[in-house]
């Protein structure tokens, strides 16, 4: 796992990034909110302006 300042500098360093990139977020059941929260301020920090999240339904019953 990254450190949130290592993946803001790993975000803004993404080759092919452009205006339009799009970050998605995966998370599942175990995945702590401030994890999420995180990743969120990271990728907002960054200048990423399209930011989505996924969840993995299968994990929503355990």
Same mark, same amino acid.
């Given at each position: +796992?990254? +450190?949130?300042?290592?993946?803001? *500098? $790993? ?5 092919? $990034? !452009?205006?339009? !990139? *799009?970050?998605?977020? $995966?998370?599942?059941?175990? !995945?702590?909110?401030? +994890? *999420? *929260?995180? +990743?969120? &301020?990271? =990728? ?9 999240? =996924? !969840?993995?339904? @299968? @994990?929503? &019953?355990?």
């Amino acid at each position: +796992a990254l +450190a949130p300042e290592q993946l803001e *500098v $790993r975000l803004r360093e993404l080759p092919e $990034r !452009t205006e339009e !990139t *799009v970050l998605l977020i $995966r998370a599942d059941a175990r !995945t702590e909110h401030q +994890a *999420v *929260v995180q +990743a969120l &301020n990271a =990728a907002k920090a960054a200048g990423l302006l399209h930011i989505g999240l =996924a !969840t993995d339904p @299968s @994990s929503q &019953n355990e």
